[in-house]
């Protein structure tokens, strides 16, 4: 017998047999969805070509705009979009069975949901996984998703189980470890990302439980964070505008003749959970603050004058030869041009989880940066910060992860099948 195909999702129409015609590929369409195979129309194809995207259109706005995203596009949704007032972070491991078949399962499955959820529909019924027995409860009939978008990602410890250890990119090599690190190894790593955001809280918990539910017998969850956002987004919780020197998103996104087409479109995100020691912080005279970062902090306007988006003059010095931006400051540490020119997309959200049990806040920010290569951007720069940045003295990495993000899915395709079909 010949292996069962391999799940093309564009060319899973509904036929007379449901056997396709066997190609290479190791799982059957029934053993996908189970024995549903009309469901496989319209996971795929069929209820999701709602936004008839032409090619160049990105189904997002770069931020122009805050209406909802479409799923589809030639990027994921939650890179280029604006941020939501809220954030859900999750990371999954797989299980030991997880092939390459049941791994372009889960993710048909998890495409599916998240093309509805993200318009406002519930999951199709006949996606739920073979031996499951939880089911949708209906939490969000008649909620609004309010601006819902699920990014997805894959680890570097992705791509061993489902036999794909030749395909992972070089780039999405583990992070190094850096001075002063203090990484909890369960709250962070992981072989799947999902980055759910949403104006509602409510939506980003209920959708988490669906992703969960739906991975039922591929993989668990191994950790998650929720973050938020100020008001108008641009404050962090140690009261600094944050974002202002921020490159164009798109220089974050994959593109040419050597990245693999899966990736196309695509980026790699680093994740770390940033601990604030606000109890010191808040107790430091302003003008220390600003010189730890090197902006003031009324309107974020660099220290060597002018308003937020002056550009900083970092050889300006005061009369006795003192530079106006410190030595040590975070932004000039940071700027790409003390880096090789790294670049990335920082979009990070605060978190509050309550109190440690020494008293202090549990608080920080859940730094989130968007890039072509960590190993050029993220990994230059937080080894020069974590050396000498000012701003670090009162910092704690808690927590690390980096991810590669496939590039956006068509109507009728799924999350990276460049991949698991390659
Ligand atoms: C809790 C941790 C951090 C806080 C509160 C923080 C805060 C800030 C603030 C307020 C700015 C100035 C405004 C702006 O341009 O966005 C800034 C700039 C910047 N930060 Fe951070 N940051 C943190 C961690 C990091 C880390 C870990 C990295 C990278 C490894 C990083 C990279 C940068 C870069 C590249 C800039 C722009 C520098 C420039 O070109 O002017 N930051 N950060």
Wanted: hydrophobic share 40%.
């Amino acid at each position: 017998m010949p292996d069962p195909p391999v799940p093309r999702a564009d060319a899973d129409r509904p036929t007379a047999s449901d056997g396709g015609s066997p190609t290479r590929g190791r799982v059957s369409r029934r053993s996908l969805f189970g024995p549903s195979v009309g469901a496989i129309a319209a996971l795929a194809g069929g209820v999701a070509v709602t936004t008839a995207l032409r090619d160049g259109d990105d189904g997002d706005d770069g931020g122009a705009t805050a209406g909802p995203a479409a799923f589809h596009g030639p990027h994921q949704p939650g890179i280029l979009t604006p941020r939501q007032k809220h954030v859900r972070m999750a990371a999954f491991d797989l299980g030991d069975h997880t092939d390459r078949g049941r791994a372009a399962a889960l993710f048909l499955r998890w495409t599916s949901a998240a093309e509805r959820l993200m318009r406002g529909a519930t999951p199709d019924p006949r996606a739920e996984p073979p031996g499951s027995r939880a089911a949708e409860t209906g939490a969000l009939a008649g909620t609004d998703p309010a601006r819902l978008t699920l990014t997805f990602g894959l680890g570097p410890g992705f791509f061993d189980r489902p036999g794909l250890t030749a395909a992972r990119p070089e780039a999405l090599a583990p992070l190094p470890a850096f001075p002063d690190d203090r990484l909890d190894p369960a709250r962070g790593g992981g072989h799947l990302l999902a980055q759910i955001g949403s104006d509602d809280a409510f939506v980003t918990a209920h959708v988490l439980r669906t992703l969960q539910r739906l991975a039922h017998g591929e993989a668990r969850l191994r950790w998650t964070m929720s973050g938020f956002t100020a008001a108008d987004g641009r404050r962090n919780l140690m009261g600094q505008i944050d974002g202002t020197n921020n490159p164009d998103p798109r220089r974050a996104l994959l593109s040419g003749p050597a990245v693999p087409p899966w990736l196309v479109g695509g980026s790699y995100v680093v994740i770390r959970r940033i601990r604030m020691l606000l109890d010191h912080w808040d107790t430091l005279p302003l003008p220390h603050r600003e010189q730890a970062l090197g902006r003031r902090t009324a309107d974020g306007a660099p220290l060597t004058g002018g308003g937020e988006h002056t550009p900083v003059d970092l050889e300006a010095a005061r009369p006795d030869g003192v530079p106006v931006i410190a030595a040590s400051a975070h932004i000039r540490l940071a700027a790409p041009a003390g880096n090789g020119g790294a670049v990335m997309f920082r979009r990070g959200w605060s978190y509050h989880d309550g109190l440690r049990s020494d008293g202090t806040p549990d608080a920080g920010l859940l730094f989130t940066a968007w890039q072509q290569d960590p190993r050029t951007a993220f990994v230059p720069v937080q080894r020069r910060l974590a050396q000498g940045d000012a701003l670090s003295r009162y910092l704690v990495h808690e927590s690390s992860a980096v991810f590669a993000v496939p590039g956006g899915v068509r109507p009728g395709g799924y999350l990276a099948r460049d991949l698991l079909e390659g």
